[in-house]
């Protein structure tokens, strides 16, 4: 069992992911299906702690802990992963701060598992590139290699081919995430995807592709969640740069030029739609 080294972070935050387009392109014989998709990550998003012990642990705590299990879970599934590929035994306290609401579309157990790769990466002195780190995440699901990075990017395959996007047209805008506390289940969305391929995500700066682009899962999503087409309404009555659902839901975005714009949508929200989740953020 490698000894913790000192000196190291001893926390990560678990970026929150959002789809500013998702494309099925097809479903595939594995039941995965074929994307297109362009990934960007807000600053903010659930936080994942460790501390020196003698076997692997996982505690849960925060807003949206109840009903995760500290055995059956992604954060430890990815540790057992990278001490196996790492060939070491493994040992650290591990304690998840869930803070973005579970089955939401924006990534939250794949973030929460690639923040504990990246954390005890260095508490365990491990020293993997990112890329080593997005290449042992694969197994663990379709989204964690991008969240590994957590940069902006462009994903196709199954989303787990990455591109990143240097330089991006994101950086001066602030994200309003709003979810009506509604969980959806990803294998459901997909599987009422429609099957009729709308065409190729295009290729530029990344707002008016992403304009251009859009989400195949919202329509199928909206018809399971009729709410979805109030929280989309409320935010386009904000006038935003663009509002879309992102990933497979329920989580719905608007992207706007200031912090004031983004506070004054969240309040129109709220007023609008009753109880909700939100979240503001600058991209990474």
């Not at 057992?80 to 579309?105: F, M």
């Not at 794949?110 to 005890?120: G, V």
């Not at 290449?135 to 990143?164: F, K, M, N, Y």
């Amino acid at each position: 069992m490698p000894s913790p080294v000192s000196g190291v972070p001893d926390r990560e935050t678990a970026y929150a992911k959002i789809n500013l387009a998702l494309h099925v392109r097809q479903r595939l014989p594995d039941g995965y299906h074929r994307i297109e998709t362009i990934f960007a990550f807000l600053d903010q998003g659930d936080r994942v702690s460790v501390e020196p012990g003698d076997s692997l642990e996982l505690n849960i705590s925060g807003p949206f802990a109840a009903g995760l299990s500290n055995s059956d879970n992604l954060v430890m599934q990815a540790a057992k992963l990278l001490a196996e590929q790492s060939n070491i035994s493994p040992g650290a306290r591990l304690h998840l701060d869930k803070r973005l609401p579970v089955a939401s579309g924006i990534g939250g157990g794949s973030a929460d598992a690639a923040a504990a790769l990246r954390l005890l990466n260095g508490f365990w002195g491990l020293d993997h590139s990112i890329a080593r780190l997005a290449e042992i995440a694969r197994p663990l699901g379709a989204d964690v290699p991008a969240c590994v990075a957590s940069q902006t990017c462009r994903g196709t395959g199954i989303g787990q081919d990455l591109e990143i996007i240097a330089g991006d047209d994101l950086q001066d805008c602030v994200a309003l995430l709003v979810n009506p506390l509604v969980a959806v289940s990803t294998a459901e969305m997909f599987a009422a995807w429609d099957g009729n391929d709308r065409g190729a995500l295009g290729s530029g700066p990344i707002i008016p592709v992403s304009l251009d682009g859009r989400n195949d899962l919202q329509q199928p999503a909206v018809t399971l969640v009729p709410k979805l087409a109030d929280v989309l309404q409320a935010l386009e009555d904000c006038r935003p740069v663009m509002n879309r659902m992102s990933g497979s839901g329920a989580t719905c975005f608007a992207l706007f030029d200031t912090m004031q714009e983004a506070e004054k949508a969240e309040q129109h929200c709220r007023e609008t739609l009753g109880e909700i989740w939100t979240m503001k953020g600058k991209f990474r």
